[in-house]
């Protein structure tokens, strides 16, 4: 076959994703992206999914990329289609989500009249993307589109926008295979590894010396593929050292892991932020110090050496700043380590590690998930523990909203494997968990895909109700119904003296109404003795459901590191009052 | 020690001014994805200079002047080497020696009173007039910052000036920072 080959720019459009293996698009048609939407009705590789808002549509991508590893495709229009997926391309940014997101964009000649829907998509799109591209000649498109592909999945996967003018999808140009295409060396956004053989070595010396290691374990070990779960779990195991995972890592090591403390940062274990703070040697592998981890910076594990194995070397010395970098991608670093550790037949000291377990065993005392449930009313935290006990056993996959359900959903369900846990992390973009679900059902047609929701974030996307059901698609909506902005109220509470500016949603719908109304099922849980039937009801029903599970009102979501404050300032419960200066000072940051 | 790129820089260091090369890939955006990078996450620019260096490679050199701690500018640097186009970038100042120039063009208010004592200092200063069609008087002065920057304190004492300034354009002594 020749090695080019003339088709219309929106052929080639369609040939290069077929050309990369895609075989969903998110998207949602308008004026200025009508020629591909043309050849996609021509063809059956692609399957479409048409969502009802587009911000929709890159939220499902993303949850498809990650439930896969694959990329998440997006096709919109120009104007307001571009400028709605904004929220999801930052959100894409922040979390290392690969997608390919294909904008239409006005004709080249009214390009810059203030066309109808015409918007700078680029300009808009550049600092919440890994790269974009206006493509003005058509037989530049199958280049840019490889290469795209590649720079959203190299190094730190991220987001990469493809804007195309009207004009260049009616035009002939030549397509170019993905195998054909050369791409510079310096645009593939391939981690610069430095020295990383003597970086390794010292970083397996540090860990064998230490009396008080952690592993601290992000989303990046994720991203990485499902082989790097497998090592860290190894090499845990190998150390007998005490792990904890970031919102993004959940699942890295499964929670029922022995060696495995669970989540850490503001709303993490206790256990597992005072054996970060108390810790000698730090081991932090794919994750970059967020806020939320870290809390007050200058209190950060003060007595610790810091070893950070990153893939994008930006996160070194951020904002912590580490003993032994090392830039690479887990896998790959990890594989070495094991290696190096096995040859010099290594071992933390016994007694040393001991008397370490004896003290975060004395920390896991304190039972820091403790809360008291109620007969009368639904304990959020209890209706988590169910919807895990009862779900446990399937191929399950967790999406959330953001707000306190997110945080509830982190706390009391227990993850076990990697990619199952789909929250929107370092955005924090309430309408994410729905379209998300979505995303991860079309993947994974056979699982049970569940979106555990709060009252107020539901709304934020609830259009695309119309798509689940449009598609058969069987996810569940599990919200925990306070009424309440929950999150945004607990702040009040403890930072704002209990004055609910606006938190109060007044005038919600009736959830099991609106679910009948877009033909799917509509269940409800009034009191603790519903609970269980409800859940047991949502998964066997075979259609798109919304659980509406009516909990505590004024719950809050404990433990907490109020903002400002340390790892080991960690407030338990309502009753234990956070020192007034500390709550100040905290009260300015996010 | 063999001390990597990103190894920690020294937590001592104080803020001051540093010289950026970067070679980039001159493509439609590239400059708004730099400066853009800048602002976005709340650097300083103090002068910016970009011109392409090789047409038949499509290559632009882009120097920027900016103030900050090591630590800052190594931020800096590590992020501009996430920019896709972006081939190098170098801290003049961490390279060891470079030199540095700028060019100044300034237009003078001459009249019989003053015109002795400007000739005087524009000799001084190596700055050349450049004929114009209007017979405006255009002194051309290139050099390093400092000089252009005493060259212009002498002259305003005297008289009336307009100014432009190209901001430093700079290159390593040592060695080809061209890569590839």
Redesign the interface.
């Known amino acids: 076959m020749a090695m080019k080959q003339e088709m219309t720019g929106a052929e080639i459009v369609l040939q290069s994703l077929v050309d990369q293996s895609v075989e969903v698009v998110f998207g949602y048609p308008g004026g200025a992206v009508l020629p591909i939407y043309d050849t996609l009705f021509k063809q059956n590789s692609i399957k479409h999914v048409l969502v009802r808002q587009e911000g929709g549509a890159i939220h499902a991508a993303e949850g498809y990329a990650r439930s896969t590893g694959k990329v998440g495709v997006v096709l919109v229009t120009s104007g307001p289609g571009a400028t709605n997926v904004v929220t999801g391309l930052t959100d894409a940014l922040m979390d290392s989500i690969p997608i390919v997101c294909i904008t239409g964009q006005v004709p080249q000649h009214l390009i810059g009249s203030d066309a109808f829907q015409e918007c700078d998509t680029?300009?808009i799109t550049?600092?919440c993307t890994?790269?974009?591209y206006?493509v003005k000649d058509p037989n530049k498109l199958s280049p840019v589109f490889h290469e795209a592909f590649v720079?959203a999945q190299n190094g730190r996967p991220g987001p990469v926008l493809v804007d195309i003018p009207k004009d260049v999808q009616f035009a002939n140009g030549n397509y170019t295979k993905k195998e054909n295409i050369i791409i510079?060396?310096?645009?593939l956004?391939e981690p610069?590894i430095?020295?990383n053989n003597?970086?390794i070595n010292e970083v397996v010396d540090l860990i064998s010396k230490a009396k008080k290691p952690i592993f601290y374990i992000g989303g990046g070990c994720i991203n990485s593929g499902p082989k790097a779960s497998e090592l860290v779990t190894q090499f845990v195991e190998m150390t007998g050292a005490p792990a904890t995972m970031t919102l993004m890592g959940l699942g890295v090591l499964g929670s029922s892991h022995q060696n495995s403390l669970g989540m850490l940062g503001m709303h993490g274990m206790y256990e597992a932020n005072m054996a970060m703070h108390d810790c000698d040697i730090m081991i932090n592998i794919g994750a970059r110090f967020d806020d939320r981890v870290t809390g007050r910076l200058d209190a950060f594990s003060p007595n610790s050496k810091k070893i950070h194995i990153d893939i994008?070397?930006?996160n070194?010395?951020?904002t912590i700043?580490?003993?032994v970098?090392v830039?690479g991608d887990v896998t790959n670093v990890l594989t070495e380590i094991i290696k190096i550790w096995k040859k010099k037949n290594l071992k933390i000291n016994q007694t040393d590690i001991k008397l370490w377990w004896d003290q975060i065993n004395n920390w896991k005392k304190i039972d820091c998930l403790h809360f008291i449930n109620n007969e009368k009313e639904i304990k959020p935290q209890y209706a988590i523990q169910r919807l895990y006990e009862l779900t446990k056993n399937k191929k399950t996959f967790i999406t959330t909203e953001v707000g306190q359900h997110q945080m509830w959903a982190a706390q009391y369900y227990k993850f076990e494997k990697p990619n199952r846990w789909l929250t929107s992390g370092g955005l924090g973009t309430m309408g994410y968990g729905f379209p998300a679900a979505i995303g991860a059902q079309i993947a994974n047609p056979d699982a049970l895909v569940v979106d555990i929701a709060g009252d107020a974030s539901i709304l934020m996307n609830i259009q695309e109700m119309s798509t689940a059901v449009q598609y058969r698609l069987p996810v569940k909506i599990f919200i925990l119904n306070n009424e309440y902005m929950g999150m945004v109220r607990q702040w009040q509470e403890l930072l704002h003296g209990g004055r609910y500016s606006e938190s109060y949603t007044d005038s919600l719908p009736d959830f099991v109404k609106l679910a009948e109304s877009y033909k799917a099922v509509g269940l409800r849980a009034k009191k603790p003795e519903d609970l269980d039937n409800v859940i047991n009801e949502m998964i066997n029903t075979d259609k798109t459901v919304i659980a509406d599970i009516w909990i505590s009102k004024e719950e809050n979501c404990f433990p907490m590191i109020q903002s400002g404050s340390a790892h080991n300032e960690m407030v338990l419960s309502k009753d234990q009052k956070q020192d007034r200066e500390a709550a100040e000072k905290g009260k300015v940051l996010v | 020690m063999?001390k990597?790129?990103?190894?920690?820089?020294d937590?001592t260091s104080v803020s001051r001014r540093h010289i950026l090369t970067v070679l980039v890939?001159n493509e439609?955006?590239v400059l708004?994805?730099v400066i853009?990078?800048f602002s976005?996450r709340g650097y300083n620019i103090e002068s910016l200079n970009v011109a392409e260096v090789s047409n038949d490679e499509h290559l632009s050199r882009i120097t920027i002047v900016t103030e900050g701690t090591l630590?800052v500018v190594?931020?800096i640097e590590?992020?501009l080497?996430?920019i896709?186009?972006?081939?190098?970038v170098y801290n003049l100042d961490e390279e060891g020696s470079a030199v540095e120039a700028e060019v100044a063009l300034v237009n003078i208010d001459l009249n019989e009173k003053n015109k002795k004592k400007i000739y005087e200092i524009c000799d001084f200063y190596r700055a050349r007039k450049i004929e114009n069609e209007n017979n405006s008087i255009i002194f051309e002065i290139a050099g390093a910052s400092n000089r252009i920057n005493r060259f212009i304190k002498e002259i305003n004492q005297i008289t009336r000036i307009d100014i432009v300034r190209s901001g430093p354009v700079a290159i390593s002594t040592h060695k080809n920072t061209k890569?590839?």
Do not use: W
């Not at chain 1, 510079?184 to 645009?187: E, K, L, Q, V, W």
């Open positions: 680029t300009g550049r600092p890994k790269h974009n206006l720079i510079p060396s310096h645009r956004f610069r430095f020295n003597e970086k994008d070397e930006s070194i010395n951020k700043n580490v003993d970098p830039v | 063999n990597s790129v990103y190894d920690s820089p937590n890939d439609p955006g708004a994805r853009g990078m976005g630590e190594s931020q590590k992020q080497l996430r896709v186009p972006v081939h190098s890569e590839e």
